[in-house]
């Protein structure tokens, strides 16, 4: 779901996530293979002793727009962190309190906010600035 904040609509690819072995499974019927750098990219998410939610929620931070800010799952509540990487904004332990805070800091920044769910699949996204 999108939401602008100045009431147009955008448009959205929607599309599937699905599990590796699911996609092993789809991938050997279909010839399908992932080039290098997707498997570069899941060997270092391995490595990293990462849950698959925070492996989501990397994917994402790195294909969003600069000044972006994600609201995500943080050890038992929510953080507010910038799409850039670095110190987090802040956390609160509601999701409502996070989504406030990063409302507050996407505004700030002309970026857009992106909140995600305890699965850390995406669920809102609020543009503010020139792309709005």
Do not use: C, K
Not at 96 to 102: D, L, P
């Amino acid at each position: 779901m999108v939401v602008m904040e100045n009431g147009n609509r955008d448009s959205v690819r929607r599309g599937y996530v699905v599990e590796r072995a699911a996609y092993a499974q789809v991938a050997a019927v279909e010839g399908l293979s992932l080039g290098q750098p997707a498997r570069d990219r899941f060997a270092a998410f391995d490595a990293s002793g990462a849950s698959p939610a925070e492996h989501l929620v990397a994917i994402i931070a790195a294909h969003s727009a600069p000044g972006a800010v994600h609201v995500v799952p943080h050890a038992g509540g929510w953080a507010v962190r910038p799409a850039e990487g670095g110190s987090g904004i802040g956390t609160y332990g509601t999701q409502a309190e996070a989504i406030a805070r990063g409302r507050q800091a996407a505004e700030a920044r002309r970026g857009e906010l992106l909140v995600h769910g305890r699965d850390g699949r995406l669920l809102r996204r609020t543009v503010f600035g020139a792309g709005a």
